[in-house]
């Protein structure tokens, strides 16, 4: 009788402890789906119209550097050249693929082809062969547009307000300044 009045209160306890726990483990799940759900709308907050188009800018750089990259890649003679511009395609595709992964957290729409003066540029590269076409590609896709691009990320870095934008910005300037270096080394004669 003893015996059965001590596992009746062993229960009983053991019943009431289990109800708080699972209180206790509601209470910690709520609160984290309350904090996941603040973190995703602190995370895709609309960005400054400044840093949009900061995001913006790097997307289309990336791109118009993949696809002359990829031009040289079939039409360059110099080996010297196609190196370089493999390493563009490799370099810019994962910048490229950050910026994107940034770009759909923040709900922002990217650029997926190059833009009307790269365009042009393309088309003046697939009308030049040989050494010609070397020196075009390395003169415009490799200092030019690395120089300008520095510029703006540069620029950019200065004035970016979002955490994630100006990470992907300090992270992609030393990136970019080395292509430049490489670009202005190779400068075809």
């Known amino acids: 009788m003893q015996e059965s009045k001590t596992l009746k209160k062993l229960l009983a306890v053991t019943a009431v402890a289990a109800m708080f ?28 119209a400044g840093d949009e188009k900061a995001l913006m800018d790097m997307a289309q750089a990336n791109v118009n550097e993949i696809a002359a990259a990829k031009i040289a890649l079939n039409k360059a003679q110099s080996s010297e050249v196609k190196a370089f511009a493999q390493k563009m395609v490799e370099d810019h595709g994962a910048a ?26 393309a088309e003046r590269l697939e009308k030049q062969s040989g050494d010609a076409f070397d020196k075009m590609y390395m003169e415009n896709a490799g200092v030019k547009d690395h120089t300008m691009v520095l510029s703006k990320l540069e620029n950019d870095a200065k004035t970016i307000k979002d955490p994630d934008v100006k990470a992907l910005a300090d992270e992609h300037t030393p990136v970019v300044e080395q292509h430049l270096k490489s670009a202005q080394q190779m400068k075809m004669q």
């Open 96 to 121: 490229l693929t950050k910026v994107q992964a940034v770009a759909q957290q923040k709900g922002v729409t990217l650029p997926t082809e190059p833009d009307a003066k790269h365009k042009a540029m």
């Open 21 to 48: 726990s699972a209180v206790g483990v509601q209470a910690q799940t709520t609160t984290a789906a309350q904090n996941s759900a603040a973190g995703q709308t602190e995370a895709s907050a609309k960005l400054s």
